[in-house]
């Protein structure tokens, strides 16, 4: 488990030649660091009498953001154990017409996890951004340089890991499904840039 | 030390309250990420006779990402220990001349000291990114998305630190030397910025 082992142990690994950890499960971890960044931007905030005004906002996005933290480093071991079988599945044999139907049907099952995955890595480092936004307008002025690395974790969370939705979708036979799962990914990425780089340039105009 | 630390343990200090881990922290976390995933591409390219011919600039490349992997998770460290001396120092008394003078002398050494260090990072990720860049040319074509996810986070990481640069060079008194180190690290990290978009552009167009 993710959460368990060393940075150490898995930074290491992810250097190696294994397969697993790679691109997803640090894209995962990217979206962690920026949940937890945000978390610590809100623990600033709360009980200060100063940001009274703001402490229910500020107690409801330490409890989401805990909960994003949570399932993003779940999606890192996530995204490691859906590809066992992916690979598997492209070992299957496919001489005869029964093989072929049946390799095509597990390989279609299988890239769909592995897209699905990546996806949600994408969408929830998007919510992360949505917290993180508030936070930079309400939170302690003192983090405010935290709030924008939290963005660009973020944004890098976002970023990598729908390259790995494009990678399983373009193998997809069912292509209606594979252009669906396309569009989402990129509408996430998209907004995911748009609103860290906004919430990043604010911080830097509070900075100066 | 963060590499003997857990995943876990890592993200929740970082969440809490604690001055350290903060964004510092993070950032070079997240350009140690970016190392170790440009080890990975490189590990799964040497020895292939498909790669042949670029066999020793990857086992040069191997090399000195592993260098530059251990000094950003140390330069995670390094963060968190100038931090407690430039807080010591923002408490030191300042009624008498002689006292705001010492105070002014030491509040500068350890505001140097604390601007150096994420100076650093940003340049060390953008020397990452340098990498990086030869890896998406020339690397294993199968891991092409992992030198994308590395342009990210490298990426993440420069443009991170680069406001701890501009925190403690703000409060400065030796605008000069203030002036200098905010040129160098925005060169950096604009530089980063720009390499890293060009090799995730590229890694996005290999994989549609």
Do not use: C
């Amino acid at each position: 488990m993710t959460e368990k082992q060393t940075i150490g142990q898995w930074l290491d690994t992810l250097a190696s030649k294994a397969p697993v950890p790679g691109g997803g499960g640090a894209s995962a971890l990217a979206g962690a660091l920026a949940a937890a960044l945000g978390r610590m931007v809100a623990n600033l905030t709360v009980g200060k009498k100063r940001y009274a005004d703001v402490e229910q906002e500020m107690q409801a996005a330490l409890a989401v953001l805990a909960a994003l933290q949570e399932e993003l480093s779940g999606l890192a071991d996530e995204d490691a154990r859906v590809f066992a079988p992916l690979a598997a599945a492209y070992g299957l044999p496919s001489q005869t017409e029964e093989e072929k139907a049946r390799k095509d049907k597990v390989m279609e099952e299988n890239l769909l996890a592995a897209s699905l995955v990546p996806l949600k890595i994408t969408e929830r480092a998007l919510e992360v951004l949505r917290l993180l936004e508030g936070l930079e307008e309400k939170g302690s002025r003192m983090a405010v340089s935290d709030v924008g690395v939290g963005a660009q974790m973020a944004r890098a969370a976002a970023a990598g890991a729908v390259m790995n939705v494009y990678i399983n979708t373009k193998s997809m036979k069912n292509r209606e499904q594979a252009e669906l799962l396309n569009a989402r990914a990129e509408a996430a990425v998209r907004e995911s840039e748009h609103l860290a780089d906004r919430i990043y340039g604010r911080v830097l105009e509070k900075l100066r």
